[in-house]
């Protein structure tokens, strides 16, 4: 009897018929070829549901190695199944990197790229824009091979195995490269006047809002060559303890009164977390944030040219209602591109959230609103993350929705890859 499969988010549950976990393209297109029904599985950290299927489970956890590096044109041929931490780890024995990252690692290489997971850096897209090629078995059992020539390639990479497995991908890689990251904290009504300066000023800006706090703690994170100077004991010490240890107890504290305490928590994690810190450190150190306590996520997509007043009324939004968050909210950029289900297809991107640890109840109707002022004002919603599909309005966003339709009915005619997930969009 195959486990229980539960979410990273602790959202949600299921049962497969079966789990498969093939170690060849063969295995791979032969279990496609008898299955009713199945869906590809990465690690699991998705909230939205898309993994979900009665019937046969795909994890591709034994198609995880790099096959071939190329240093010359810097770039791998890797399983798809590998996890972001592995692959790392796997580089940077031979001197390379990826050459952005969103803030964990713990997600599959084509988990994270099909659902357009993305890092911060206004002159950076979303990870799928890593992949040079990649070979997928579509519901016939057949094996493609799409290269950027293809235009299917830009319906595919971004298409949530709806169509098909991602099992193999070229990855343009870079040599090993270091982060000037500098911490600190700045007013949010200061930052949002002077947004340009802060986001077309650092490869990689972001910043996190614990609200109602006034201020924010920015990460101001350049690449650079510059020698390491970081040392592995403050970070111990600032990421682990400070950041992990402290922060936790006070969720925990807070969860007794939150309207009391988590207001005041806030502001004091805003001043110690974003106390002024600066250091030379490994790329990956500088895109990494450590793992997070369980809590629920919604993010949605907005076009960076409206980003200073949706800010202004995302501020308002967030305390309109004295609503307590014990999450940071984490506001992020990132460079239009040309992946047809990308929420930043064609569009320089803000990525506004809403993150929080509440009882279900609250989160919900939070949820909600969050989600109602994001359709008013354009949003497209992250596919990993939770939100209410509904087919006219994603449309309307993401333009590319009715060809991808017709690609889906090219590689899976029998509608092997579809579930209650994805028939909200698929159709
Ligand atoms: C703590 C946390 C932090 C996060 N941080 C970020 C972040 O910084 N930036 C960001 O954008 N997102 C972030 N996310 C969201 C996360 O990156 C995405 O949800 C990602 O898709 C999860 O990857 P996974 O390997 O767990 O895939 P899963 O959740 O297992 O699957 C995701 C989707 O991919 C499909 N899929 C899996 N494998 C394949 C395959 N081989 N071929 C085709 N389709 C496949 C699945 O069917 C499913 O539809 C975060 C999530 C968590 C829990």
Wanted: proline letters at 4%; a positive charge; charged letters at 20%.
């Amino acid at each position: 009897m195959p486990p229980t499969i539960i979410n990273y988010g602790r959202t949600w549950q299921f049962t497969p018929k079966q789990i498969a976990c093939p170690t060849n393209v063969e295995e791979l297109k032969s279990i496609i070829k008898n299955a009713e029904s199945l869906r590809p599985v990465g690690s699991k950290h998705s909230w939205s549901k898309g993994i979900i299927t009665h019937n046969t489970l795909v994890s591709l956890q034994n198609m995880n190695t790099i096959q071939e590096f190329n240093f010359e044109t810097l770039q791998i041929k890797v399983g798809a199944g590998i996890t972001l931490k592995e692959l790392i780890i796997q580089l940077e024995l031979k001197g390379l990197a990826l050459s952005n990252l969103g803030s964990i690692h713990a997600q599959t290489l084509a988990g994270a790229i099909c659902t357009g997971t993305h890092g911060t850096g206004i002159g950076f897209q979303c990870l799928a824009s890593q992949v040079e090629s990649f070979e997928m078995v579509d519901g016939n059992g057949e094996n493609h091979i799409f290269t950027k020539n293809n235009a299917d390639f830009y319906a595919l990479i971004t298409g949530m195995g709806c169509c098909g497995i991602i099992h193999t991908i070229t990855l343009n890689v870079v040599k090993t490269f270091q982060m000037h990251a500098i911490t600190d904290t700045v007013n949010l009504d200061e930052l949002i006047e002077n947004l340009e300066q802060y986001v077309e000023k650092y490869d990689h800006f972001k910043f996190w809002w614990l609200p109602p706090s006034k201020k924010v703690i920015v990460f101001k994170n350049n690449r650079t060559e510059q020698k390491r100077n970081d040392s592995n004991f403050i970070r111990f010490i600032k990421d682990e303890v400070l950041s992990v240890a402290l922060y936790r107890l006070l969720v925990m504290v807070g969860k007794w009164n939150r309207k009391k305490f988590i207001p005041s928590f806030n502001r004091f994690l805003t001043k110690m977390g974003g106390k002024y810190f600066e250091r030379i450190c490994k790329s990956y150190i500088g895109f990494l944030t450590p793992l997070p306590p369980i809590h629920r996520e919604t993010e949605w997509a907005f076009n960076y040219a409206q980003a200073k007043p949706l800010l202004k009324k995302y501020k308002e939004l967030m305390l309109n209602d004295e609503h307590t968050y014990n999450f940071v909210q984490e506001v992020r950029f990132s460079c239009a591109d040309d992946f047809w289900l990308s929420p930043a297809y064609k569009q320089n991107t803000i990525w506004l959230p809403m993150y929080n640890m509440d009882n279900n109840n609250n989160w919900e109707a939070q949820r909600k609103k969050f989600e109602t002022w994001a359709i008013a004002n354009n949003g497209r919603p992250h596919w990993g993350k939770e939100a209410d599909l509904e087919y006219d309005y994603l449309q309307k966003q993401y333009i590319k929705l009715s060809e991808f339709n017709a690609v889906i009915k090219k590689y899976d005619p029998l509608n092997k890859f579809a579930n209650n997930w994805n028939k909200k969009f698929c159709k």
